[in-house]
């Protein structure tokens, strides 16, 4: 991932997504040296959109109409 987020840094768009907040991404990647290197590159200019789930499920919601 470092290797990708580098070559792209600075050159061109990235899109990121995640169910894991990014607070808890450090302890996911292990090596915080890496992970700082991936959320700088990352978060800096970034724009985030952070949805949150709030009432009924979408797919229950409209189970069986196709």
Not at 15 to 22: A, D, E, N, Y
Request: glycine residues 6%.
């Amino acid at each position: 991932l470092l290797e990708v987020v580098e070559e792209r840094h600075g050159h061109a768009s990235t899109i990121v997504t995640s169910q894991l907040p990014v607070d808890l991404w450090h302890e996911q990647i292990g090596d915080p040296t890496i992970a700082d290197a991936i959320l700088d590159r990352l978060v800096h200019n970034a724009h985030k959109i952070n949805l949150s789930m709030k009432g009924e499920s979408m797919r229950k919601k409209y189970a069986g109409l196709t």
